[in-house]
């Protein structure tokens, strides 16, 4: 009786231990995913490829060790994300964008190069000598200690969770994310442009208009390490991040992908000439990659 009990239990045990691996793979393979850094085939991601493997792996050792554990841990597993859907932390909300996320930026996110001037004009880089070169140029002060504090502090604020993934990128778009969704529209006066510096921006609690937006935007992403220049069209002027080679492009539109998921993303916008790869940041855009206004583009400061 005693050894057909035991039998019963082994049997139910070998059953119900693949159930409760499976269960654990699912939410493990996009929390690794997080951990480790983009693998690119071509224009192809395998990151989550990558993390499921290594999920499978883990719960492979875990059945093969201590076989009786699997389904104690896969109930332990649950109730943390069962719990953190009322906290701020990993998930089953995160667990289903992740999978969202990674599936979209293979299947659904098409190269949509800008269309305007900028790789066949070079006369409209800037020349050093113009005014308003010299005027921006000079407002663009990413040494100033203000300014690398306020970067620093709010560079801290967002994506954390992706920064082994992503690096320095999470810390770019939690700075941009930060000043983006803070900045109000304040025009100057009438036929009187006037440039403020990225000191003054902060001071007077991120208002004013797109040049400030812009020279605040490029001034504290480079006190932090990052390559900008400004782009002035036809009555307006924005930001643009360097994001690379093309290789590093794919990298810097998956992690916009993944950390700007809810805002239903469904191209990005940038400008690329000779494998170097800009993309938007304007004060307009929800997303690093935003919809420029217009493609009448006049002058290009670069920083």
């Given amino acids: 009786m005693e050894q057909d009990a035991k039998r019963k239990k082994y049997g139910i045990l070998t059953v119900l231990a693949p159930l409760a691996g499976v269960l654990t793979i699912i939410p493990l393979a996009p929390f690794i995913c997080r951990f480790i850094p983009p693998v690119m085939i071509g224009e192809w991601n395998f990151d989550l490829v990558v993390a499921g493997l ?49 599936a979209y930026q293979n299947w659904m996110i098409r190269d949509n190069k800008q269309s305007d001037v900028l790789s066949l004009n070079p006369r409209i880089f ?27 502090k709010h560079s801290l604020e967002s994506f954390g969770d992706y920064e082994a993934k992503y690096g320095m990128i999470t810390r770019y778009f939690s700075l941009f994310q930060y000043i983006n969704t803070r900045f109000k529209y304040v025009p100057d006066a009438l036929r009187d ?5 990225a000191r003054e921006t902060i001071q007077n609690g991120l208002g004013g208009d ?33 994001a690379g080679n093309k290789s590093q492009y794919d990298i810097m539109q998956q992690a916009i992908v993944q950390l700007f998921h ?9 400008h690329e000439h000779n494998d170097e790869f800009w993309i938007n940041l304007d004060y307009t855009a929800r997303h690093p990659g935003g919809k420029y206004l217009n493609d009448n583009v006049k002058k290009v400061i670069e920083l």
């Fill in 193 to 197: 442009e006037y440039f403020a510096s």
């Fill in 210 to 242: 797109c040049d400030d937006h812009s020279i605040l935007m490029a001034a504290c992403l480079m006190s932090i390490g990052a390559r900008c220049r400004l782009v002035i069209i036809q009555g307006h002027m924005y930001p643009e991040i360097y």
């Fill in 262 to 270: 809810n805002q239903n993303i469904d191209r990005i916008y940038y």
């Fill in 126 to 152: 800037e020349n050093n000598t113009d005014k308003t070169t010299r005027l921006v140029k000079a407002k663009v002060n990413y040494t100033d200690s203000l300014v690398r504090n306020f970067a620093v």
């Fill in 54 to 102: 290594i999920a499978v792996i883990i719960v492979r050792l875990i059945i093969w060790l201590v076989k009786p554990l699997m389904v104690p841990a896969c109930l332990v597993l649950l109730g943390i994300l069962t719990f953190n859907q009322f906290r701020d932390s990993y998930s089953f909300d995160e667990i289903f964008n992740d999978y969202k996320t990674l």
